[in-house]
């Protein structure tokens, strides 16, 4: 057991390095003149909580809660149908095709990013179908590259759960009587919830704390929490950045305690 339990060692330096560390100097600059750049009186203060009042940061927030909320719909309604297909196919290759969906995660999001703009100007490769779009820093363009995003991270939280479900109880459910459409609403989609909700919040938060994309495709006009962050930084107002840091964890952290709530297992999470 000691031999296990040491195993553990390098992952808590790691936790102690990389989260618990960072997470201290955030909190320090929110309380505080704390600046880890430049040299100053050193002094306690709560005057950067004041900017959580600021139209700035409210409309950011408002943003990032719009365009993500968005999102997030949109990718369940796809996301579930897809997940669904998938778990009851009979095919002997199910498992290849279901690693199909992976292929995109793996390239690089910021090339993913770059190409739907190429894509959504009106010169681009889709000028030889007879195609052309110009909704660079539409809303429009946000949100369907975000979906293409992060649908994945929708569709395989659902997949992991439907795919579990015991084949008895919808068996069971048809021998009662109750049709397709009953045994989906009373039984499939109840014992599917947990997925659900797993899948919801793993599109919800990276779509929130994005920067990059909102930067590309919004054309810099539209501002999200992500983005707010980044700007606030390259100005060099470090408590004002670790105080919006520190409100996206306080979300992360919510969202994440549903996700222990709803699948105490961890079968979901990716």
């Given at each position: 057991m000691k031999s296990v339990s040491r195993l553990t060692w390098p992952y808590l330096l790691w936790l102690f390095i990389l989260i618990l560390i960072p997470s201290f100097f955030i909190i320090l600059a929110?309380?505080?003149?704390?600046?880890?750049?430049?040299?100053?009186?050193?002094?306690?203060?709560?005057?950067?909580?004041?900017?959580?009042?600021?139209?700035?940061?409210?409309n950011a927030f408002k943003n990032s809660?719009?365009?993500?909320?968005?999102?997030?719909?949109?990718?369940?309604?796809?996301?579930?149908?897809?997940?669904?297909?998938?778990?009851?196919m009979k095919s002997k290759n199910k498992t290849l095709y279901v690693a199909l969906l992976i292929v995109p995660i793996w390239s690089n999001m910021i090339v993913r990013i770059i190409a739907?703009?190429?894509?959504?100007?009106p010169i681009s490769i889709l000028n030889l179908f007879n195609?052309?779009?110009?909704?660079?820093?539409?809303?429009?363009?946000?949100?369907?590259?975000?979906?293409?995003?992060?649908?994945?991270?929708?569709i395989f939280p659902i997949y992991s759960v439907l795919e579990k479900i015991d084949p008895a109880y919808i068996e069971a459910s048809h021998d009662l009587g109750a049709s397709s459409s009953q045994t989906f609403v009373k039984v499939t989609l109840p014992l599917s919830l947990g997925g659900i909700v797993s899948g919801v919040i793993m599109t919800l938060l990276p779509a929130m704390t994005a920067f990059a994309l909102p930067e590309r495709?919004?054309?810099?006009?539209?501002?999200?929490?992500?983005?707010?962050?980044?700007?606030?930084i390259f100005r060099g107002s470090f408590t004002i950045a670790a105080t919006v840091?520190?409100?996206?964890?306080?979300?992360?952290?919510?969202?994440?305690?549903?996700i222990v709530k709803f699948d105490k297992e961890g079968e979901t999470l990716l």
């Open positions: 929110i309380v505080s003149t704390f600046h880890i750049f430049n040299a100053y009186e050193f002094r306690f203060t709560l005057q950067s909580l004041k900017f959580l009042a600021d139209p700035i940061f409210l809660l719009k365009f993500a909320g968005i999102s997030t719909i949109i990718s369940l309604l796809i996301g579930y149908p897809v997940a669904y297909f998938f778990a009851n739907w703009e190429n894509v959504f100007k195609l052309s779009f110009d909704i660079i820093g539409y809303d429009s363009a946000i949100i369907i590259a975000m979906v293409s995003m992060y649908l994945p991270f929708m495709i919004g054309g810099g006009r539209v501002v999200l929490l992500g983005n707010l962050i980044e700007k606030e840091s520190f409100v996206v964890m306080i979300v992360m952290l919510g969202l994440f305690m549903m």
